[in-house]
């Protein structure tokens, strides 16, 4: 139903990116902005207003193909083909977002994983034989946003602040994801007794300054929460304004540990080569400045 809604509503809003209400409350939705509001593809997408590899692509009018993420993978594939086919472009960026939704319903070991893994390793080699008939040099990147980790346990962390008896809203408001919860406090007390309760919580910890720099979290104002509580690896926050459901996988854990490490390959080895998911937007502008 919640699916539903969200595919009515978005057009009415106007948005453009992606949009989903998934676990959260309707009564505490006036509460909240929403932050993908248009697609970040197109001219104008980010927030902040920085330029993304496509404006720059964009701005020296340099011929690309551009992956539809509304699309299955079937036919952003075979739309590339296509384009490599012609031979037109200088630059492509192939979005495959299907990996996620089966390792979030199977686990990292799950056959459905194995399989999708076989099929993304003969499409991708397809494709680059076509590349590669088609033109003198192909330089390929294949690089995933994060890594996953398999739930071993749940925690329900809702129902530990609820228990507080405070207001949501009018003491301190929340937003539950799946990995973490973040708080700000409307008022001293609120914070006080939220803290503490997260203190008793032995599943996670709150983040300090320095892990928050570390992480990239370090936000010049508290828009995004006074106060970040992370979850262990492979406990997942259940139910969470994500889900009522557990998973058998999920992602958004201690970028430093084992299972959160994305995947980089490449037919090049590039130079500096990319330390965290942060650099890859250096490279693939070195690439479309080509
Ligand atoms: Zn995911």
Partial sequence: MRHWISRLVKPLLGYT?????YNVPFHVLPLFEYTEKRDLYQPGGINAGCST?????????APFFLSDWRRPEQENLAALDAALTKGEIS????????????LHREGTTGA??????AWYDAQIRRLLARAQ?????????????????????????????????????HDYAAMYDSTMARFWFLNDAARTRI??????????HVLSDDELQRFGCDFPNTRYGDLFFLLKPGVLLCPSFMGQKPLAAM?????GDQDSVAAFL???????APQGLADIYALMLSEAQR
């Fill in 91 to 102: 630059f492509a960026y192939l979005y495959m977002a299907a990996l996620d939704a089966i």
């Fill in 133 to 169: 008939a088609r033109y003198t040099t192909v330089r390929l990147y294949l690089f995933s946003d994060h890594g996953m980790t398999d739930v071993t346990t749940v925690c329900d962390l809702m129902a530990r602040i609820d228990a507080l008896g405070l207001r949501f809203g």
């Fill in 17 to 21: 990116g992606y949009f989903q209400l």
């Fill in 195 to 204: 803290v503490r309760a997260l203190e008793a919580e032995p599943l996670g």
């Fill in 251 to 255: 992602h958004g854990y201690d970028p």
């Fill in 112 to 117: 459905g994983v194995q399989r999708h893994m």
């Fill in 53 to 61: 590899i496509f404006d720059h692509l964009r701005d020296r009018r």
């Fill in 266 to 272: 490449s037919n090049v080895t590039p130079d500096p």
